[in-house]
């Protein structure tokens, strides 16, 4: 079964969701993780912006804080009883989804967990899909853990929508 389990992760509520279930999985299956944290261009763009008042190291500030978000994984991941292993990289010449997806095929992994916030339309557009691109071209299997916010903002549209029709429409009179 799954025994080497790579999960991306960044340090945001959605990337944990992704890691809490790589835990889980791994306390199922005695497998192991390897969890990955990837500077980009775009993370390193941002970050320029960020401080752009600030005349710095701004890729020693994104491997810092990249060397946080792994090491608090790797302690919900050792606090859980889970074998762990973590990889930071920096390279500006591949995407995310690319370093991702090589890391997958050099490791070798037997699976990627991800979380992802489940975009649709305009906003997957917009902001593009790491995780779609993941799943498209990963040599493994790809578990997609989606954030609840996705599922909340579907069930609201739902919601609004029942509630502004006029109850005969519903055929509630």
Excluded: C
Aim: zero cysteines; proline letters at 3%; glycine letters at 8%.
């Amino acid at each position: 079964m799954y025994q080497k389990i790579l999960v991306p992760v960044d340090g945001s509520s959605t990337s944990n969701l992704g890691l809490d279930e790589a835990i889980r999985l791994a306390q199922l299956t005695k497998g192991r993780l390897r969890l990955i944290h990837v500077i980009d261009e775009l993370s390193f763009a941002l970050a320029m912006d960020a401080y752009s008042g600030h005349a710095g190291d701004w890729l020693g500030v994104l491997r810092k804080e990249g060397a946080r978000v792994l090491e608090e994984a790797r302690e919900r991941a050792t606090t859980a009883g889970v074998a762990v292993e973590t990889a930071l990289r920096d390279n500006f010449s591949n995407s995310v989804h690319e370093l991702v997806t090589a890391e997958a095929a050099q490791w070798p992994a037997d699976l990627i967990v991800l979380g992802t916030h489940g975009r649709r339309g305009v906003g997957r557009l917009v902001l593009g899909s790491s995780a779609e691109h993941i799943l498209r071209y990963a040599p493994v299997p790809v578990l997609l853990v989606r954030a609840p916010e996705a599922k909340s903002r579907a069930k609201a549209v739902a919601e609004s929508i029942r509630v502004s029709l006029p109850s005969a429409a519903l055929g509630l009179e």
